[in-house]
Each structure stands twice: as structure tokens, then as C-alpha cells.
């Protein structure tokens, strides 16, 4: 609540859109920080699956029946998925909703909660219908990350590696020195590398908020990434951070080939992969009928 408040955020009313593997205790944390805020809670089933329009009218019907206004605001609290769906459901409620995310994963913090993408899915492909809606306030909290389990630290851990790659050979570096405490979460290290992370991208989009030209560099990894998760059509056999390292390791081996990569840089970052022992062998995903 003094977040919000040093944040010049007022409202009424909320809704709050809950992933259901976020822990009560977070939940009623937030709700004892509200407590003049008339209150609603959504509990949404978070997956690639149900990132489509079924669950977008499920919250807009919500919003609709409450007769939400403008200055009432949406919260979310949740993984990149929640996040996503929250936010294109404020995006385009009355022409827009007041939208405070609170992700819950490392991989929202540092890099889908920033930037204002907000999407769902088609049958014609992951994130084809969206809106670029900016939210009033993002809130990071490590405590989160306490309680996910390993995969899903790997899983933000490559959108970390991806910003360092595109932009701050620094930051590879320190990444390359420090990954096992990152991943460990030990505090000093993985709260410098959500921080530097949240810069690099704010940079970036702060430069081309739209994604006309610069902003493309951030799907570094993700043209095979997305490839790599509609061949297995959305399975949580891979989820959505194992297919960018996967995307990675595919993007550097296709630089090298075309010699847009020096093998030197080619062999540094191949080394960071295994010994953090991160996902880069697609046989492991993927069956010869793939």
C-alpha cells in the first residue's frame, strides 16, 4: 500500500487476477495492504493454453457486472502469462484500465512486466492479438522467487542472459562470474541482475516503446523460441524460458554459420550454457516426428 501511495496511485475498487500457484500468503499480504479498497479476486488457471479470449471475457464480464470505471484498477499478481492477459483485459476495458503487475516469477521481473506488451494467443500463433499498454506500477518482490522451483529460476535466468547478450558484454561478464549465486538466488547477486536487466530492456524500450525498429532486438532467441513451443503445441514439457535458451543456442550456432559471430564470443557464450548446466539440446524436447 505505501508503494502505491508514494506512486500517486488512487482508486476505489480493484480486481485482483491471481495465478493459482502463487502461494495464499502473498495473496492475503496484499489484501491487508488494501484495506479501504473494495476488493475482488479472480483466481485465473495460468497457461499458454488459456492465454486466449475465453478468459479475456471472463475478466472483462467480471469488470462489466461490477461496473468498473476508468479511475478503478485491475492488479495481477502472477507469472508472465497472468500478466499478459491482465493486462491486455485493462488495455482494453473502457479504453483503459488503471494496471499495477505484480509478478510473481523471475522471468515477469525481469523482462515480461516491463515494456507494456500485454497479448493472447491464436490458432494462428503465440501472442498474435495484443496492445502496447504501459502499467501504472510494476512491484518486484525476490520473496516470490522463494518459492518457485528450479526450472523456473532457469526459465527467467534466460531472459537475463538474452538482455546481457544484446547489449552489455559488462553484464555477460558478470553473469558468466557469478551465475550459480544468481540461480541460488542469493540476494546481493540475483537483486543486481533483476536490476540491471529491468534497465537494459527500460532502455531499449524507452527508445522504441512500439517496436518499430530497435525494440526487436529483445526477441533475440524467441523467432525459434516460438517455433520451438507451437511444434509442441504449448506442452509444459517446454515451457517458455527453456525454449529461448533453446532459441539462443540455435541463434548463435546460425551467427557462426553465417559468420556474424566470432568464434570466440561463439565459444564463450557455448561454455556459459554448460557449465550453468542450462537447457541446449533440442533432442531432449523433441522427438524425430517433431
Do not use: W
Amino acid at each position: 500500500m505505501k508503494v502505491i501511495k508514494r506512486n500517486s496511485l488512487d482508486f476505489n475498487r480493484c480486481l485482483i487476477i491471481v495465478d493459482k500457484n502463487v502461494p495464499k500468503k502473498f495473496l492475503n499480504q496484499i489484501k491487508l495492504s488494501l484495506p479501504n479498497k473494495d476488493k475482488s479476486i479472480y483466481f485465473f488457471n495460468s497457461s499458454e493454453r488459456n492465454k486466449n479470449f475465453k478468459n479475456v471475457n471472463k475478466i472483462i464480464n467480471i469488470l462489466l457486472k461490477k461496473n468498473f470505471h476508468r479511475n478503478d484498477c485491475l492488479i495481477s499478481v502472477g507469472g508472465g502469462i497472468t500478466g499478459d492477459i491482465s493486462g491486455f483485459a485493462a488495455s482494453i476495458y473502457k479504453r483503459g484500465l488503471k494496471f499495477i503487475n505484480i509478478p510473481s516469477t523471475l522471468l515477469a521481473q525481469v523482462d515480461s512486466s516491463i515494456g507494456g506488451k500485454t497479448g493472447i494467443n491464436s490458432k494462428y500463433g503465440k501472442n498474435s492479438i495484443g496492445s502496447f499498454y504501459q502499467p501504472s506500477l510494476v512491484i518486484s518482490d525476490t520473496n516470490f522467487l522463494k518459492t518457485l522451483p528450479k526450472r523456473e529460476i532457469i526459465c527467467g535466468y534466460a531472459e537475463i542472459l538474452k538482455h546481457s547478450l544484446i547489449l552489455s558484454k559488462k553484464f555477460f561478464l558478470f553473469l558468466n562470474k557469478h551465475g550459480n549465486q544468481i540461480l541460488n538466488l542469493k540476494n546481493f547477486y540475483i537483486q543486481k541482475a533483476i536490476h540491471k536487466s529491468c534497465l537494459i530492456k527500460k532502455q531499449i524500450v524507452e527508445l522504441d516503446e512500439n517496436e518499430k525498429n530497435l525494440r526487436k532486438i529483445l526477441n533475440f532467441g524467441h523467432t525459434f523460441a516460438h517455433a520451438y513451443e507451437a511444434t509442441i503445441k504449448f506442452s509444459k514439457k517446454l515451457n517458455h524460458g527453456e525454449a529461448v535458451l533453446l532459441g539462443i543456442n540455435s541463434a548463435i550456432n546460425f551467427s557462426l554459420i553465417n559468420k556474424t559471430l566470432q568464434i570466440n564470443d561463439y565459444k564463450l557464450i557455448k561454455n556459459h550454457f554448460i557449465n550453468l548446466n542450462l537447457p541446449n539440446k533440442i533432442n531432449k524436447y523433441f522427438s524425430k516426428k517433431n
